[in-house]
T-cell receptor, first 113, second 110 residues
Framework: GAGVSQSPSNKVTEKGKDVELRCDPI?????LYWYRQSLGQGLEFLIYFQGNSAPDKSGLPSDRFSAERTGGSVSTLTIQRTQQEDSAVYLC???????????FGNGTRLTVT | ELKVEQNPLFLSMQEGKNYTIYCNYS?????LYWYRQDPGKSLESLFV?????AVKQEGRLMASLDTKARLSTLHITAAVHDLSATYFCAVDKTGYALNFGKGTSLLVTP
């Protein structure tokens, strides 16, 4: 079946611009996650959605970052006023629920110039 | 803060040889994951280890978990080139916010 789909696969933006990254999870997966992968920091947890519960946003690095999940399915990660340190690969994952293995998408490579 | 340390971070090994990657973590957890990442690709789940003494094997890879020692190992038997990739271990305390190690880049050479 289809895996986790992320778009765009690559995004180059100028410092100060806003960007939106999209994630389509695997059908039937109630849990959705955003992680960030960078050379300096490795893999970092950003945010977790589970069903209709309030998301855990504890990993978001600043208030420039926000995410929403509409209808319990598609999610959008928004970064406002991008900075060069935001350059990284943003990975979305979904799972059947808490404690279940994560299925990752191919990521969006964000480059802030 | 939960810390996860892997070693080695880089490993070059010859085909046919055996080797072990180690994953230490700093606080109690009964759940540990191993993932594989090929260059330019995303992470693929290899193993989920849920209890002390758990051992799982898939092909030439075998993973084990010792929760008392806070240690997991990923053992590679008779390595082949197709195993070249980066291997990550991850530990969680919440059921969703995984703490990843920095990864072990494995290169298997003829």
């Amino acid at each position: 079946g289809a895996g986790v789909s992320q778009s765009p696969s690559n995004k180059v933006t100028e410092k100060g611009k806003d960007v939106e990254l999209r994630c389509d999870p695997i059908s039937g997966h109630t849990a959705l996650y955003w992680y960030r992968q960078s050379l300096g920091q490795g893999l970092e947890f950003l945010i977790y959605f589970q069903g209709n519960s309030a998301p855990d946003k504890s990993g978001l690095p600043s208030d420039r970052f926000s995410a929403e999940r509409t209808g319990g399915s598609v999610s959008t990660l928004t970064i406002q006023r991008t900075q060069q340190e935001d350059s990284a690969v943003y990975l979305c994952a979904s799972s059947l629920g808490r404690y279940s293995p994560l299925h990752f998408g191919n990521g969006t490579r964000l480059t802030v110039t | 803060e939960l810390k996860v340390e892997q070693n080695p971070l880089f490993l070059s090994m010859q085909e046919g040889k055996n080797y072990t990657i180690y994953c230490n973590y700093s606080t109690t957890s009964d759940r540990l994951y191993w993932y594989r990442q090929d260059p330019g690709k995303s992470l693929e789940s290899l193993f989920v280890l849920l209890s002390n003494g758990a051992v799982k094997q898939e092909g030439r890879l075998m993973a084990s978990l010792d929760t008392k020692a806070r240690l997991s190992t990923l053992h590679i038997t008779a390595a082949v080139h197709d195993l070249s990739a980066t291997y990550f271990c991850a530990v969680d305390k919440t059921g969703y916010a995984l703490n990843f190690g920095k990864g072990t880049s494995l290169l298997v050479t003829p």
